[in-house]
Structure formats: C-alpha cells, structure tokens
C-alpha cells in the first residue's frame, strides 16, 4: 500500500492536511500500526517536498515515542488498519445500495454474501461494520421494513442482542404468506371447532307425516259431505 492509502487521502502537497490525516487515525492505531502509519505520514511529507526531519518535531507529540494504550473496548481486538477501514467503508456501501432495491433487500441470502466475504467477517472488522450499520439499519427495523429472516441474521451476525430478545418475545410465524397470525387464534380456532362439529351432526330430516295425515283427514270429510248430499 502507499503511503496515501495508509493515510486514507489522496496525493496532496498540503502539509497540515497530510497531518490531519495522520492525527485523525493515530488514536486507533497502536504497535505496528501506529509505526506504519508514522512512516506513511513521513513518506508523504517527503514526496510533498518538506523536509521531515524540520517538520517532524512540530508534529510528533510527545506521546507519539511510545505505542497508544488500546482503550478499554478495543483491548479484546486489533485496531482497524486502512485496509480494514477500506473494506468497512465499501460494506456499508453495498448496504446503502442494496436497500434501494426492495427485493434483494429482503433476501437473507444477499445480506449474508454480503457481511460474511473475506476480510469483512473477521471479528474486529465486524465489530466495526455493525458499529456503522445500526444507525443506518434502526430505523427500517423499527419501521418493520426488513422481513424476519433477514432481521435474524442480521441480530446472530452482528451480535445486536436486542433484536433477538424483541423476536424471542414474539410468537413464531408461519412461512406461509397467507396465513397470518392476526386473523388465527380464538376466533379461528372457535371457527374450526364449529365447522368440525357441524361435520359430525347430520342435518334434521324433514317430518312430512303431519302433511299426509291432514291430506288423509280432509278427504274423508269431504267424502261424508258428498255422501250426505248425495243420499238426500
């Protein structure tokens, strides 16, 4: 890498820009990284025509002779190297795009091809990349844009344990699209039972025995009638 890329700058002879650079990634760096990026700041300072060893004592700090203790949440892992901050910044990229299109955004498959390609799933790196997702990613999540899948993924992966606690507190979907679990419960459940009853009951056959006796009655008086009649 040259000494622009280690610094995350382009070419410039501009030597307070060359040392905001240095200043703004000394504080993450430590042991070999912070002498790399020393070297780097003092290569650039070169090739911009200045004399480092005239600038040098202006720009060193006095805690710059010995390496930075890492602070209290970076003791566990490595600080970010360029590199490192290159591959987040082109992570987060992908993200940006990726959740313009609402089909792939709702793909578990991508995010994963995503978030876990070398060098990104190293733990530090990570760390780094969910650092700067979670601000970006909270408010489609809160908004209930990103489907269950996903959000699963993205709580296991990147270790947002909040997450997994809201969906270990929800009940369990179904994959199926129709079956929504709003519309099924004590209403859906009374419904089946109701149906599964009346499929054991036969329906009430009708009596018609009423009928014909009357039929049978009002012939036979009708018959006495014309009888008397007759007779007289």
């Known amino acids: ?3 622009w890329e280690v610094l995350g700058i382009t070419p410039t002879n501009n030597p307070d820009q060359i040392r905001q650079a240095y200043e703004s990634q000394r504080k993450f ?3 070999d990284s912070l002498q790399d990026l020393e070297d780097a700041r003092d290569e650039a300072l070169r090739q911009a025509g200045f004399d480092v060893s005239a ?3 202006q720009d060193r700090r ?3 002779a010995q390496p930075a203790e890492p602070e209290p949440n970076q003791a566990s892992s490595p600080a970010l190297n360029a590199r490192d901050r290159q591959v987040v910044r082109e992570v987060v990229i992908q993200v940006e795009a990726m959740l313009n299109d609402s089909y792939r955004r709702s793909d578990p498959h991508v995010w ?3 978030l876990t390609e070398p060098p990104a799933d190293q733990d530090h790196v990570r760390e780094a990349i ?3 997702l979670y601000p970006r990613l909270k408010p489609r999540l809160d908004a209930g844009e990103l489907p269950e899948p996903v959000v699963a993924f993205l709580a296991q992966w990147l270790g ?3 997450l997994e606690d809201s969906m270990q507190a929800e009940p369990s979907r179904s994959n199926d699209p129709f079956d929504d679990p709003n519309h099924r419960g004590s209403n859906a459940s009374a419904g089946n039972g109701a149906q599964s009853s009346s499929q054991g009951k036969r329906p009430p056959m009708t009596n018609f025995w009423p009928a014909v006796i009357g039929w049978v009655a009002g012939l036979i008086i009708l018959t ?3 009888s008397q009649l007759l007779g007289s």
């Open 1 to 3: 890498m040259t000494c």
């Open 112 to 114: 994963r091809a995503i």
């Open 224 to 226: 006495s009638i014309f």
């Open 160 to 162: 947002w344990q909040e």
């Open 130 to 132: 969910s650092d700067e």
């Open 55 to 57: 600038v040098e004592p």
């Open 62 to 64: 006095p805690e710059d």
């Open 29 to 31: 760096a430590s042991g």
